[in-house]
């Protein structure tokens, strides 16, 4: 569904739910017409930059560098304001009334556990690097 009919969909009954990142759901102004949010945590917003090997391996060394260093830098910035903008969206949702209800993300992350070892083959390291990364945010969100 078109996020621009989210709300007049949510306000006449056509859908019962929405899932959107806090600062989305803001920003449509959702909590007018719903008053229950349950917070999941089950995306996490990673910030990824993605490139060929064979251009990397064409730059010479200070700017591959310069690069690899910039991006990670950018990826912290964006990481510290996303994390600013849904804490600020939660405490207006509850200011206005909104209902918040929290889960156990342990049992969401208990039903999953199998997804991991039914994966063919992962690339050396990246199943760990992945698992490091989920770590880094608040698992509150």
């Not at 709300?7 to 600062?23: C, F, H, K, R, T």
């Not at 199998?114 to 509150?140: A, I, Q, T």
């Amino acid at each position: 569904m078109p996020l621009g009919d989210l709300y007049a969909s949510l306000q006449q009954g056509v859908i019962d739910g929405a899932e959107n990142p806090l600062p989305v759901l803001q920003g449509t102004r959702t909590n007018e017409v719903t008053n229950h949010l349950t917070l999941t945590g089950h995306m996490k917003v990673m910030s990824i930059w993605v490139t060929g090997t064979g251009m990397m391996e064409e730059l010479p060394e200070d700017l591959e560098r310069i690069l690899s260093e910039t991006s990670e830098e950018a990826a912290r910035y964006t990481h510290a304001i996303t994390e600013l903008e849904e804490k600020e969206a939660l405490e207006t949702f509850k200011n206005e009334g909104m209902t918040v209800h929290e889960v156990d993300q342990e049992l969401f992350r208990e039903a999953v556990e199998p997804f991991y070892d039914s994966m063919p083959s992962w690339s050396p390291g990246l199943y760990e690097h992945v698992l490091e990364l989920m770590e880094e945010r608040p698992k509150e969100d």
